[in-house]
């Protein structure tokens, strides 16, 4: 069955920094690049950062760069958002997709999301 | 970036009604417009991938269809399931952009 696993959300202070992580199972993983996207409470999905199966082209949101550095192990099977100088307006569920290039680059499978919460 | 916008924002059916919902890029994406369904408290699930093709075990009353920039979603026979928000998603270019959503109330 294929799976994307995250963690490492939490209560984290303004300017405070936090690591995600997604653990995928049951698929080749150098094989898909992956995204995050996050939801802010009641609001609409918001594309975050893009890396390729590869790991050499990563892209990011404006709102992030700078701030969010995204990352893939193979060893692992995993991908991380390394978060930093965390805002209130960061505070969101975050979810890891994998992106499809044969389906035109839809996000066909995602995880069950982990929920960060900035606040003092 | 390029701008998806998805109207209405919400609708109220019945069930078995046919529901439509339409999503409009800034400029043309082609046909590299997808579609997701969110059901409350969950992660988005793919349902549309390239504009018309249906994702491996999503039921066949989702259609799509369109191409360059004017797209719709349509729900045949709406299902008690098919409470959820619906967003388009244009990855012809990045960064890739959502639609604002389209709550669909039973």
């Known amino acids: 069955e294929v799976q994307l696993v995250e963690a490492g959300g939490g209560l984290i202070q303004p300017g405070g920094s936090l690591r995600l992580s997604c653990a995928t199972s049951?698929?080749?993983?150098?094989?898909?690049?992956m995204n995050w996207v996050r939801q802010a409470p009641g609001k609409g999905l918001e594309w975050v950062a893009y890396i390729s199966s590869s790991g050499h082209t990563i892209y990011y949101a404006d709102s992030v760069k700078g701030r969010f550095t995204m990352s893939r192990d193979s060893a692992e099977n995993s991908v991380y958002l390394q978060m930093s100088s965390l805002r209130v307006e960061d505070t969101a569920t975050y979810y890891c997709?994998?992106?499809?290039?044969?389906?035109?680059?839809?996000?066909?499978?995602w995880g069950q999301g982990t929920m960060v919460t900035v606040s003092s | 970036d390029i701008q998806m916008t998805q109207s209405p924002s919400s609708l109220s059916a019945s069930i078995g009604d046919r529901v439509s919902i339409t999503c409009r890029a800034s400029?043309?994406?082609?046909?590299?417009l997808n579609w997701y369904q969110q059901s409350p408290g969950k992660a988005p699930k793919l349902l549309i991938y390239a504009a018309s093709r249906l994702q491996s075990g999503v039921p066949s009353r989702f259609t799509g269809s369109g191409s360059g920039t004017d797209f719709t979603l349509t729900i045949n026979g709406l299902q008690p399931d098919d409470l959820a928000t619906y967003y388009c998603q244009q990855s012809s270019s990045t960064p890739t952009t959502f639609g604002g959503g389209t709550k669909v109330e039973i």
């Open positions: 997709a994998r992106d499809d290039y044969y389906s035109h680059d839809a996000f066909d499978v």
């Open positions: 400029v043309s994406v082609t046909t590299f």
């Open positions: 049951g698929f080749t993983f150098s094989s898909y690049a």
